[in-house]
């Protein structure tokens, strides 16, 4: 989103102001990211120091949260926005919810690191890495849809979630066949299955964030559609 496309949404009274609220929304964006990755990476090697790490961090992330979420309201009480003023700013504000919600999901993550049976899981945490990563890189790709407010992009970024579905279902099922094969796993998969609904989180809260941009740049909500009818959209 430069200023060309910023000029194009929203009146030059408050540009610089909005300016500013989405390079924070992107320094937020940037943490969340490298939080999600990091998680990934302690869960990976059993870093416990970089689990402790990602788990104190996760208070700035809380703080960006409310410091933006301030400023848009501030924002609206002082300039009182119309049309697609409000919803850039309905997007921002809600992408900022759920990058906190990813920045939860981290948390959790890191957690996992920490647990007990955390190096008795072996081969189970494979799978979650792989999902982990996918996740990862869908955060970075809406990340750079929000940063230029592309919502052929972010179509596409919406369509992605469906794939960390799919491999979330499967791991689901390998969990639960490994369970009744060793009942003894059973402590050490559960912890794995609570991380994998973690990251299956993140994929759907991604995809908000892509339908918050769409919104903006089409004015339509497409939550409620299905993908036959998104595809007419984007026709």
């Given at each position: 989103m430069d200023?060309?496309?910023?000029?194009?949404?929203?009146?030059?009274?408050?540009?610089?102001?909005?300016?500013?609220?989405?390079?924070?929304?992107?320094?937020?964006?940037?943490?969340?990211?490298?939080?999600?990755?990091?998680?990934?990476?302690?869960?990976?090697?059993?870093?416990?120091?970089?689990a402790?790490?990602?788990?104190?961090?996760?208070?700035?992330v809380n703080s960006y949260e409310v410091l933006i979420d301030e400023e848009c309201t501030r924002i609206?009480?002082?300039?009182?926005?119309?049309a697609g003023d409000l919803r850039l700013i309905?997007?921002?504000?809600?992408?900022v919810n759920d990058l906190e919600r990813i920045?939860?999901?981290a948390k959790k993550l890191a957690n996992v690191a920490l647990e007990k049976n955390?190096?008795?899981?072996?081969?189970?945490?494979?799978?979650?890495?792989?999902?982990?990563?996918?996740?990862?890189?869908?955060?970075?790709?809406?990340l750079d849809c929000f940063a230029r407010m592309?919502?052929?992009?972010?179509?596409?970024?919406?369509?992605?979630?469906e794939r960390i579905d799919v491999?979330?279902?499967?791991?689901?099922?390998?969990?639960?066949?490994?369970?009744?094969?060793?009942?003894?796993?059973i402590p050490s998969v559960m912890e794995v299955m609570w991380a994998a609904r973690a990251l299956e989180r993140v994929g759907d809260r991604v995809q908000n964030i892509s339908e918050y941009i769409i919104y903006f740049v089409k004015g339509k909500d497409i939550r409620h559609l299905d993908n036959e009818e998104i595809a007419k959209m984007r026709d």
């Open positions: 200023n060309l496309n910023l000029k194009r949404h929203i009146s030059g009274q408050f540009n610089s102001e909005l300016e500013n609220i989405r390079n924070r929304v992107l320094m937020m964006g940037g943490l969340v990211e490298k939080q999600l990755s990091d998680a990934i990476e302690a869960i990976s090697t059993l870093d416990t120091v970089l402790e790490k990602v788990i104190s961090n996760d208070k700035t609206i009480a002082k300039r009182q926005p119309a309905f997007a921002i504000s809600k992408t920045g939860d999901s955390a190096n008795k899981q072996g081969r189970l945490l494979v799978s979650l890495e792989n999902l982990g990563r996918q996740c990862v890189a869908l955060l970075h790709d809406v592309d919502a052929d992009s972010a179509f596409e970024v919406h369509s992605k979630d491999q979330y279902e499967s791991m689901m099922r390998e969990l639960m066949t490994y369970m009744m094969e060793d009942p003894r796993a």
